[in-house]
T-cell receptor, first 111, second 110 residues
Framework: QKEVEQNSGPLSVPEGAIASLNCTYSDRGSQSFFWYRQYSGKSPELIMFIYSNGDKEDGRFTAQLNKASQYVSLLIRDSQPSDSATYLCAVTGGATNKLIFGTGTLLAVQP | DADVTQTPRNRITKTGKRIMLECSQTKGHDRMYWYRQDPGLGLRLIYYSFDVKDINKGEISDGYSVSRQAQAKFSLSLESAIPNQTALYFC?????????FGDGTRLSIL
């Protein structure tokens, strides 16, 4: 089992819809959870982080964390073509206290 | 100007050559990292450093070495490059919470 798992996609959504990106992790002791966005050929950039169970909202983005289910998600409301990118989930804390990345989900927002 | 600068941006070289990738930062962060990114494998940690005297292996350090010349400089070396080291390499810094990445070095080994 991979430490951090994401569906590779592509996830295709129409412009204006809600995009839902999911991530599961294996280390129950994990404490910090991050979402990075990476445009093709570019470096990853942090868009959200969450530490506590529940929801955290920032503009059109909402991160959701459920530690009991070892599940973290990212919702993008009113999706725009400019949101088309690969979204990387990253998790830290736990046994190794190292930041572990998932392989990313490719999101395609169709105009 | 970029906060995290990597050089070179692209490099093509031959098997067996020694390669050095350089990273410098103006963010004032103590923590610096080297990652490689391969299609389908995501970002994998090669080495990391929490200060000038602290060097740590990541999950895929074999075939690589690093040098932390100063707080702002962290270089990655491939002593004898092999084709399966062809990848996109990222340097990153951290304030302890979030990573800031350089623009990456695309390395091809023939």
């Amino acid at each position: 089992q991979k430490e951090v798992e994401q569906n590779s996609g592509p996830l295709s959504v129409p412009e204006g819809a809600i995009a839902s990106l999911n991530c599961t992790y294996s280390d129950r002791g994990s404490q910090s959870f991050f979402w990075y966005r990476q445009y093709s050929g570019k470096s990853p950039e942090l868009i959200m982080f969450i530490y506590s169970n529940g929801d955290k909202e920032d503009g059109r983005f909402t991160a959701q964390l459920n530690k009991a289910s070892q599940y973290v998600s990212l919702l993008i409301r009113d999706s725009q073509p400019s949101d088309s990118a690969t979204y990387l989930c990253a998790v830290t804390g736990g046994a190794t206290n190292k930041l572990i990345f998932g392989t990313g989900t490719l999101l395609a927002v169709q105009p | 100007d970029a906060d995290v600068t990597q050089t070179p941006r692209n490099r093509i070289t031959k098997t067996g050559k020694r390669i050095m990738l350089e990273c410098s930062q103006t963010k004032g962060h103590d923590r610096m990292y080297w990652y490689r990114q391969d299609p389908g494998l995501g970002l994998r940690l090669i080495y990391y450093s929490f200060d000038v005297k602290d060097i740590n292996k990541g999950e895929i350090s074999d075939g690589y070495s690093v040098s932390r010349q100063a707080q702002a400089k962290f270089s990655l070396s491939l002593e004898s490059a092999i084709p399966n080291q062809t990848a996109l390499y990222f340097c990153a810094t951290s304030d302890g919470t979030r990573l800031s990445f350089g623009d990456g070095t695309r390395l091809s080994i023939l």
